[in-house]
C-alpha cells in the first residue's frame, strides 16, 4: 500500500528544535526508523515537509486517489488551520493526527486540534513511536 506522511511548520528543526520537548533525533532519523520496523515492509512511504500552510493544502488534495491513507503532523497549524481541515475532509483518505510531543498536557491552545474529528484518530506524545502507531492504525482500518 501506498502512504504519505506529511510534516507542518519547524518538523524541519526537529533535532535541533526544543530537544527536551521533541527528542534530540531529526526528521531524517525518523524516517530511516520508520522505514526499518518490519510494519513497513512491502510498503510504500513518502515523506512531505514544509513550512508553508498552502504547500500542506496542495500535498493534501493531490494525494487524492494517490495514496491509501494519510499520516499528518501539521505542527502549529493543527490548532488553526482550516484549510488543512477542508482538505483532509474533501479528499476522504483515511488520515491520522501524530504528535510527538503530548499536546493535552503543554498549553491550552494547544488542546485544540482543528483536524481531530476529520481525522480517524490522534496519536499524541509518543514521540516517533506515533508514527508507527498511526501506520499500524491505518494498516487495521485499511
Ligand atoms: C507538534 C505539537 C504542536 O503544538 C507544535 O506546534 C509543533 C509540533 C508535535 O509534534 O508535538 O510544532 O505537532
Known amino acids: 500500500m ?22 534530540a533525533e531529526t526528521l531524517e532519523d525518523i524516517k530511516i526508523w520508520l522505514d526499518a520496523q518490519p510494519e513497513s515492509n512491502g510498503h510504500d512511504i513518502t515523506w512531505f515537509q514544509s513550512n508553508h500552510e498552502g504547500d500542506l493544502v496542495d500535498q493534501i488534495q493531490s494525494a487524492r486517489n494517490l495514496f491509501d491513507g494519510i499520516i499528518i503532523n501539521p505542527a502549529a497549524l493543527t490548532h488553526y ?21 503530548d499536546i493535552n498536557s503543554r498549553e491550552n491552545f494547544r488542546k485544540i ?28 482500518y485499511i
Open 2 to 23: 501506498k502512504f504519505l506522511i506529511i510534516n507542518g511548520p519547524n518538523l524541519n528543526l526537529l533535532g535541533i528544535r526544543e530537544p527536551d520537548i521533541y527528542g
Open 81 to 101: 488551520s482550516i484549510s488543512i481541515r477542508d482538505a483532509i475532509s474533501a479528499i476522504k483518505t483515511p488520515t491520522i493526527e501524530v504528535h510527538l510531543s
Open 113 to 140: 486540534s482543528v483536524i481531530q474529528d476529520v481525522c480517524i484518530d490522534q496519536i499524541s506524545g509518543l514521540g516517533k513511536q506515533g508514527y508507527l502507531e498511526a501506520l499500524k492504525t491505518l494498516l487495521h
